[in-house]
Antibody, heavy 117, light 108 residues
């Protein structure tokens, strides 16, 4: 079945970087893009950006433009989201979600990232 | 970027009630609107896309309508498993996408 499996929880210090992975299975990875969405504790959903599974082209949300890099590895059907210069307000659950034809149709379970000194 | 304003932010309802949640975009989004349900500790689940099309496997008590800038999610005959938070989303495969602030549906 179509599935997105994410890497495990991370605890980072302010100023550090975190790299979250999202491994896809059950569909042709290169035919779909992947999005990254985050959710701070008790807050709503915030779109961070997307990456094409075909050619790795990216589109980032303006507020993350300077700190985020999204990449893919088509040999392992895995997408990565690298967030730099972490701050306490980056503490959140980070989700990957498949770019379906008309919406985000498959979601990973989420990766908790805690930023604390 | 297009902004989405969702209302209400929360509501209380009883099993069997009909519930309506609205979402307004800052410009015409031409039905590029999706609705998601999220329960605590889990990922969002797609309910409807293209404003009114039901995702496979989603019960028919969920429906969507609207056009232009204004859209509505209706849950008829609210069930215990429907108590959750609902988000609208402007979806465009090539542009930035945005979510509404969410509506928490609680038990009265």
């Amino acid at each position: 079945q179509v599935q997105l499996v994410q890497s495990g929880a991370e605890v980072k210090k302010p100023g550090a970087s975190v790299k979250v992975s999202c491994k896809a299975s059950g569909y042709m990875f290169t035919s779909y893009g992947l999005n990254w969405v985050r959710q701070a504790p008790g807050q709503g959903l915030e779109w961070m950006g997307r990456i094409s599974g075909y050619n790795g082209n990216t589109k980032y949300a303006q507020m993350f433009q300077d700190r985020v890099t999204m990449t893919i590895d088509t040999s392992t059907n895995t997408a990565y989201m690298d967030l730099r210069s972490l701050r306490s307000d980056d503490t959140a659950v980070y989700f990957c979600a498949r770019n379906g034809l008309s919406a985000f149709d498959v979601w990973g379970p989420g990766t908790t990232v805690i930023v604390s000194s | 970027d297009i902004q989405m304003t969702q209302s209400p932010s929360s509501l209380s309802a009883s099993v069997g009630d009909r519930v309506t949640i609205t979402c307004r975009a800052t410009q015409d989004i031409r039905n590029s609107l999706a609705w998601y349900q999220q329960k605590p500790g889990t990922a969002p689940k797609l309910l409807l896309f293209a404003a009114s099309r039901l995702e496979s496997g989603v019960p028919s008590r969920f429906s969507g309508s609207g056009s232009g800038t204004d859209y509505t999610l209706t849950i008829s005959d609210l069930q215990p498993e429907d108590f959750a938070t609902y988000y609208c989303q402007h979806y465009n495969p090539t542009l930035p996408c945005t979510f509404g602030q969410g509506t928490k549906v609680e038990i009265k």
